[in-house]
């Protein structure tokens, strides 16, 4: 007996019971006292492979493999009930290394599987009891996860787990051909189906190949003739914008050359300032140099006549010397001045001047380049129109071939634009309003046609009637001396000549 350190597997975990443990204590690694034993429990998954008879609620019969992956569940409450309630043989005996004293992984599995096994089966036949065979195939997805839920609810209490379960296809027990019944019932449908498909589809393939030729070639001409007419808009509008974009571009170049000009006007005015600033403070520095220099002169002055009175007249005449050259560096100074305030003044009249002809000189070269573009703009849209007049003439050309012909095209340009409508509605404007009186005389050979004299009866019988249609139309009657006038109340010239009718309306 001894303290000894024990170290599980990955896949393993220690059983420690005894001394100390009230029931048993699961570790990856621990250390063992005296009186206490330990073991190794695996954790690693193992498989159920099985068959199962059921029967549905239609008292069908069949088959149901299945395949079910199970392992104790890597938490430490559901291995100690596996620990607990499944490890070792079935009669309670350990197993025959730890009988031993050797500590190795429990094995005894046997047991645990039947006990599963039969978790399994009862689950999935109290399942298949509530559903028909139609709904075992429609929906089995939810067949699969009513399984696996009411066996896992099931082996919680073992502390196992169900980490995949793989249902394969429903087959026939022996003596029953339910489901070869039904796998030919489907081939022979969808075999007779697809013969007819194919022939259904064989028709309206023929059918719709030449409906589908004559309507390719109307609607290419239709395609091609729209597709010229769209090119020739979108070519316009894209002229349109370039020259709005071009207007734009030279309104902002306008505006940007502005502001240069006004920083550059900004920044000189403001050096000019500097500049006067400057000259300003020298003219003052140079006066108070000239009368530094007079006081230290009258100091010196002052000093000699304190030392030599002789020297008072001397002092008197640099005192006076002293006075007249401070009043010419005055004198000086203030000449200084005045020709830095002209020099300056001058400088920002020319500055001045220089920046008015540059905007001058800018706003023409903005001028000029404004019209430039405006012209190139022009030139564009002129060529661009051009090219659309031609496009449209090679796409009437084409639809004058499609309709077979210019004499096609020019009908069919004038049901477009409704010119046989317009000729209609002048012709109608025309003829508004008038009253026109119809005239109807027959002059046919009466008799016998050997009559001599049928060709001058035939004269004097036109005569009257047509006489009457002169004065109806035009209100001209002929003298007194050729003919009189028919009345005008009714037929004319009743039976006066044989075989004359004349109708008013």
């Known amino acids: 007996m001894g303290l000894w350190y024990h170290v599980a597997e990955p896949n393993s975990y220690l059983v420690i019971t005894g001394a100390g443990i009230d029931k048993v204590m699961i570790k990856k690694k621990a250390f063992v006292y005296p009186f206490q034993k330990v073991s190794k429990i695996s954790i690693t998954p193992f498989d159920f492979s099985m068959s199962l008879q059921a029967m549905t609620v239609e008292k069908l019969k069949f088959s149901l493999p299945a395949v079910f992956t199970i392992g104790p569940a890597d938490k430490i409450e559901s291995l100690t009930k596996y620990a607990v309630l499944l490890t070792g043989e079935s009669d309670g005996r350990p197993t025959a290394a730890a009988s031993k004293g050797a500590v190795a992984v429990a094995a005894g599995r046997n047991h645990v599987q039947d006990i599963v096994k039969g978790i399994i089966e009862g689950e999935t036949r109290s399942i298949v009891s509530t559903m028909t065979m139609e709904e075992l195939f429609r929906e089995r997805k939810v067949f699969k996860d009513k399984v696996i839920q009411q066996v896992q609810s099931e082996l919680d209490q073992f502390g196992l787990c169900i980490y995949n379960a793989n249902v394969k296809e429903l087959q026939d027990t022996?003596?029953?051909?339910?489901?070869?019944?039904?796998?030919?019932?489907?081939?022979?449908?969808?075999?007779?189906?697809?013969?007819?498909?194919?022939?259904?589809?064989?028709?309206?393939?023929?059918?719709?190949?030449?409906?589908?030729?004559?309507?390719?070639?109307?609607?290419?001409?239709?395609?091609?003739?729209?597709?010229?007419?769209?090119?020739?808009?979108?070519?316009?509008?894209k002229a349109l914008a370039d020259a709005k974009l071009t207007d734009k571009e030279i309104q902002i170049e306008k505006e940007l050359n502005l502001a240069r000009i006004n920083a550059k006007r900004a920044a000189e005015q403001r050096d000019a300032e500097l500049n006067t600033e400057v000259e300003k403070k020298k003219a003052l520095m140079e006066?108070?140099?000239?009368?530094?220099?007079?006081?230290?002169?009258?100091?010196?002055?002052?000093?000699?006549?304190?030392?030599?009175?002789?020297?008072?007249?001397?002092?008197?005449?640099?005192?006076?010397?002293?006075?007249?050259?401070?009043?010419?560096?005055?004198?000086?100074?203030?000449?200084?001045?005045?020709?830095?305030?002209?020099?300056?003044?001058?400088?920002?009249?020319?500055?001045?001047?220089?920046?008015?002809?540059?905007v001058a000189k800018r706003a023409a070269e903005a001028e000029y380049f404004r019209r430039e573009r405006e012209a190139q703009a022009q030139l564009i849209t002129r060529q661009l129109e051009a090219e659309g007049l031609s496009s449209m003439a090679k796409a009437y050309g084409e639809l004058a071939n499609v309709l077979g012909g210019p004499q096609g095209l020019i009908q069919y340009m004038m049901l477009q634009s409704g010119t046989y409508e317009k000729l209609a509605n002048a012709n109608a404007s025309a003829i508004k309003g008038l009253q026109p009186k119809i005239n109807v005389w027959n002059t046919g050979a009466q008799g016998d046609m050997a009559d001599p004299t049928a060709p001058i009866r035939n004269l004097f019988q036109s005569l009257p009637p047509l006489l009457s249609t002169i004065n109806d139309q035009t209100g001209i009657s002929p003298p007194a001396w050729f003919a009189q006038m028919p009345q005008q109340n009714g037929i004319h010239n009743q039976k006066a000549v044989e075989g004359h009718v004349s109708v008013e309306k």
């Open 174 to 237: 022996p003596g029953s051909e339910y489901f070869a019944f039904l796998s030919r019932k489907a081939h022979e449908g969808a075999l007779n189906q697809a013969k007819v498909d194919v022939a259904d589809a064989r028709m309206r393939g023929e059918v719709g190949e030449a409906e589908k030729q004559g309507k390719t070639k109307q609607e290419i001409a239709k395609i091609n003739a729209n597709t010229a007419v769209l090119e020739t808009e979108r070519k316009g509008e």
């Open 287 to 358: 006066l108070e140099r000239l009368r530094a220099t007079t006081v230290t002169q009258a100091k010196i002055a002052r000093e000699s006549a304190q030392q030599n009175a002789d020297a008072e007249l001397y002092a008197q005449e640099k005192k006076a010397e002293g006075l007249k050259f401070s009043q010419q560096a005055d004198a000086e100074a203030a000449a200084f001045r005045r020709t830095r305030d002209a020099e300056a003044n001058f400088q920002a009249k020319e500055r001045e001047a220089e920046a008015a002809f540059f």
